[in-house]
């Protein structure tokens, strides 16, 4: 069974920085995509950045693209570095799996659609003020 656990959310002014962490626990293969995603209230969930197991390079949105990073430490933890807050970042944040999933390809077009994703943390708060 596949368990997410995010940490490391808070509240930070306009232009700060977090670093989110993803601790994942149970099977991990080498075609998986594993992404972040926010929402925040009133507003659907949003896919941000994703890798693909297999390989590849990291992925992001537009609207955090050159600001956010992701990357994994060890094959079990998964990290968003959040710079130049903005208050419209303001989300809770949440890591995700699709398992098996095959290619990179197959992860791009998962982004746009959260409900294909197969395990969710609980996510993690982040506020910019």
């Known amino acids: 069974h596949v368990q997410l656990v995010e940490s490391g959310g808070g509240s930070v002014q306009t232009g700060g920085s977090l670093r989110l962490s993803c601790e994942i626990s149970?099977?991990?293969?080498?075609?998986?995509?594993l992404a972040w995603f926010r929402q925040a209230p009133g507003k659907e969930r949003e896919g941000l950045a994703f890798?693909?197991?297999?390989?590849?390079?990291p992925y992001y949105e537009d609207s955090v693209k050159g600001r956010f990073t992701i990357s994994r430490d060890v094959k079990t933890i998964m990290y968003l570095q959040t710079n130049s807050l903005k208050p419209e970042d303001a989300a809770m944040y949440y890591c995700a799996i699709a398992i098996a999933r095959g290619n990179w390809l197959r992860c791009r077009g998962l982004l746009a659609d959260p409900a294909r994703w197969d395990y969710w943390g609980q996510g993690t708060q982040v506020t910019v003020s």
């Open positions: 149970g099977y991990i293969g080498n075609s998986d995509c």
């Open positions: 890798i693909f197991t297999g390989g590849g390079p």
